[in-house]
């Protein structure tokens, strides 16, 4: 399974962004099976939990700090997952990850080590 993470880039505060994340090397029916979440690291700080969405994209649970201003969506026939940013700050200035959470748990996880697969990182930088 490989995960490949787009769409960041630089940004003024206040500003939007949209990620999406492409999964390959399985069936839209593997991949409908897998919850996806979203995390991000900034420089010198440990890889920190944004939000995870559920298999079949409902009820999406997402941290405090980005609660009301980011939303997570997906589309299993396209094997594709996607982290909308809206009212940016700079804060969350960040490389961005999504994940595969492969467990059959019906808790979010909300910790890296919970996620199985990962996609490579794509910078969003948020100027002030």
């Known amino acids: 399974v490989q995960l490949q993470a787009s769409g960041g880039g630089l940004v003024q505060a206040g500003g939007s962004l949209r990620l999406s994340c492409a999964a390959s090397?399985?069936?839209?029916?593997?991949?409908?099976?897998?919850?996806m979440g979203w995390f991000r690291q900034a420089p010198g700080e440990e890889r920190e939990f944004v939000g995870i969405?559920?298999?079949?994209?409902?009820?999406?649970f997402y941290a405090d700090s980005v609660k009301g201003r980011f939303t997570i969506s997906r589309d299993n026939t396209k094997k594709m997952v996607y982290l909308q940013m809206n009212s940016l700050r700079p804060e969350d200035t960040a490389v961005y990850y999504c994940a595969a959470d492969t467990s059959r748990s019906v808790l979010y996880h909300t910790s890296p080590r919970e996620y199985d697969y990962w996609g490579q990182g794509t910078l969003v930088t948020v100027s002030s």
């Open positions: 969405i559920t298999r079949s994209g409902g009820s999406p």
């Open positions: 090397g399985l069936t839209s029916t593997e991949f409908s099976n897998y919850r």
